[in-house]
């Protein structure tokens, strides 16, 4: 199996990206590749930077409001170009009424300031593993 490979990214006009790095930091002591698209992105860009660089997982680094509209847009924008990139989301602002409407709307996984980073390690492999096997050709696991 290769590395795994997540993008990491802040939309909007979000600039709160300690976070962001600490996690980037955390996955790469993991072994997995890790690319930080930085902040004051769009969807549509980072669906766009996700598919051609051929990630595994994209997460969205969330500090301010701007996650409940534009991550709703980032699962559109992947799905509308042809891409089952899992997404997830991240920060200290979400609340689980919105982390419900986010999991409705596609979003893979929510992880609040309080979630132990190997729970994130573990959790983002399980979502490549099942993603990777719907490459192949086998059955779909839903796992959220």
């Avoid at 766009?48 to 709703?72: F, K, N, Q, T």
Wanted: charged content about 25%; overall charge neutral; some cysteine.
């Amino acid at each position: 199996m290769s590395r795994e490979f997540v993008a990491l990214a802040l939309m909007g006009i979000d600039q709160h990206e300690n976070g962001a790095i600490a996690v980037s930091r955390v996955l790469r002591e993991a072994q997995m590749k890790v690319e930080y698209y930085g902040k004051f992105n769009t969807p549509a860009a980072v669906a766009d930077r996700a598919i051609r660089d051929g990630v595994d997982v994209v997460g969205i680094s969330c500090h301010s409001w701007e996650y409940i509209r534009l991550v709703p847009q980032l699962v559109s924008e992947l799905r509308r170009r042809g891409s089952n990139i899992p997404v997830v989301v991240g920060g200290s602002v979400v609340t689980p009424e919105d982390g419900e409407m986010l999991r409705n709307e596609g979003v893979s996984a929510i992880f609040t300031s309080s979630t132990d980073t190997q729970a994130v390690i573990e959790r983002l492999r399980e979502l490549i593993r099942s993603t990777r096997r719907i490459g192949l050709g086998q059955e779909r696991q839903d796992l959220r």
